[in-house]
């Protein structure tokens, strides 16, 4: 059984994992067997303050103990679960457990700028700590169905993801909602995008990549309307259209981390935890540009 603990409590991530960890709370179909969270710190907020006292009562509730700083939680947990709704944050949180040796998940978006993700990245290879990360999306009982479709459908030609991308200014671009829809993208193409074009209105944006091998698969962030999750697979042999449901999207991403923590492997190859937010900056730098292509390697990315 894994004890981990919680840093941060302005996402609704803190809650939702404790419930399944926990088995409190909620249906036993959601319960995620293998680890417990033993601790947790609310933190604080720039983005979101005003929902860390909420959360922090429900996890009370939830008899999970909590902490006046988040190094108490070195020595007393397993693995330590990196929640803060801002990408901003996430070095500075998941820094010293890194340091420290402690198995570390970084909740989405893992970073809102280059050199936080490389320094991240590169701390983690450094001390030879698990660092996982991922969207809840990526697991979904429906994608992973899809990709073992695709397998049986030929060579997979490109790829159309839809979901919402309302923003905030603190997780700019894709970084915010849209970066579930991203997650699904890489789910099914892999790595390999060299660059990227942003068109974009009030109400949507579709972000188009084009892969090494000539490939191109597209992002449709949506503002207005309908915004259910979706994905359309291109194939050799089919054109392959799914719904995705959210409904164990926690559930399954909980197990993940079980798995990664415990093994202390990544939920994500660390070369494609990269590339995804190069390809939401060059999507960024795109839209601000006309719509004109951006490579994921300019040289830009890293001052943005």
Known sequence: MLRLGIVDFDSSHCIEFTRRFNHVGISPDQWVDGARIVAGWPGTSDMAPERIPGFRE?????GVPLVDDPAQLIGQVDGVLVLS???AA?????RPFLAAGVP???DKPFACILADTLELLQLAQSTGTAMAYGSGLRFSDDVADLRMTVKRSGSLLGVLTCGPAKRSPMNP??????????????SLMGPGCTEVTTTWSVDAEVVTGRWGDGRLASVRGARRGATAYSV??????????????TRFAYRN????IVHALGTKTSLVPHVEIEEVVRFVLAAQRSETSDGCPVSLQDSALLSA
């Open 232 to 245: 359309t697979a291109f194939c050799d042999q089919a054109v392959l259209h799914q719904q995705i449901s």
């Open 173 to 186: 671009g894709l970084f915010h909602y849209g970066i579930h829809a991203v997650e699904v993208l890489y």
């Open 253 to 256: 991403l909980c197990r993940e």
């Open 85 to 87: 709704l801002c990408g």
């Open 58 to 62: 429900q996890m009370v509730a939830a």
């Open 90 to 94: 996430h070095l500075e949180r998941a």
């Open 104 to 106: 570390t998940y970084v």
